[in-house]
């Protein structure tokens, strides 16, 4: 049973560019957040889709936006790429199933994230 | 403002050493409870989650984590550490209603173990 997986592991840009990321979420899971882990810092929050939809955001400028699809997938884009960008993006899914009490939509399993280099 | 400390940065242990990493936090409720581990170049694996019920939780690899309401803290514990357990260790709260998914995260603690 696959986890979650994340292209590309690495890349390189340039101030200003733009980049897209890309997440599968486990199989049997619904709901896709993402993460951005600064080196020698704790993942951040950056947001979560569940059907489709944004549904919760994090303290991030809307230069990042992303994206569901309908098998679940998920991308991730930063546009305007600054140097403050450079991290370990990650992605997580979790099982909502829509319910936004339910304790299993807490339970995050994680990707082994895509390394951004701003140049 | 919701908050998680990891006080100590790095750790080093000798190999068969017990094991202490330290976690607090600053939350309005009883938030969801977690450790995570993150090998080099590798992303995060869930070791052991506090929901309710006992203090005591039981996690993979041999890790526990007891949480002490009254301090605010969800203390990580192996009572033999083996070289392989060198990785940085994450607690993290999560919220009990509405923003399921959202979590907060300590700054890690790195943890290196002699042999």
């Known amino acids: 049973d696959a986890g979650v997986t994340q292209s590309p592991t690495h890349l390189i840009k340039t101030r200003g560019q733009q980049v897209t990321l890309r997440c599968s979420p486990k199989s049997g899971h619904d709901t896709v957040s993402w993460y951005q882990q600064a080196l020698g810092q704790g993942p951040q929050f950056i947001f979560q889709?569940?059907?489709?939809?944004?549904?919760q955001r994090g303290n991030f400028p809307d230069r990042f936006s992303g994206h569901q699809f309908p098998n679940y997938s998920s991308e991730l884009n930063v546009n305007a790429l600054l140097l403050g960008d450079s991290a370990l993006y990650l992605c997580?899914?979790?099982?909502?199933?829509?319910?936004?009490?339910?304790?299993?939509?807490?339970?995050?399993?994680f990707g082994a994230g895509s390394r951004l280099t701003v140049l | 403002a919701q908050s998680v400390t990891q006080p100590d940065i790095h750790i080093t242990v000798s190999e068969g050493a017990s094991l202490e990493l330290r976690c607090n936090y600053s939350y309005g409720a009883t938030p969801y409870l977690f450790w995570y581990v993150q090998s080099p170049g590798q992303g995060l694996q869930l070791l052991l989650k506090y929901f309710s019920g006992d203090t005591l939780v039981q996690g993979i690899k041999g890790f526990e984590a007891e949480f002490k309401r009254s301090q605010s803290s969800f203390n990580l514990r192996k009572p033999s550490v083996h070289w392989s357990d060198a990785a940085e260790y994450f607690c993290?709260?999560?919220?009990?209603?509405?923003?399921?998914?959202?979590?907060?995260f300590g700054k890690g603690t790195k943890l290196s173990v002699k042999p």
């Open positions: 997580a899914s979790s099982l909502s199933g829509g319910q936004m009490m339910s304790s299993g939509a807490n339970v995050l399993t």
């Open positions: 993290a709260v999560g919220a009990r209603g509405g923003s399921q998914g959202n979590l907060i």
């Open positions: 889709y569940y059907e489709e939809e944004e549904r």
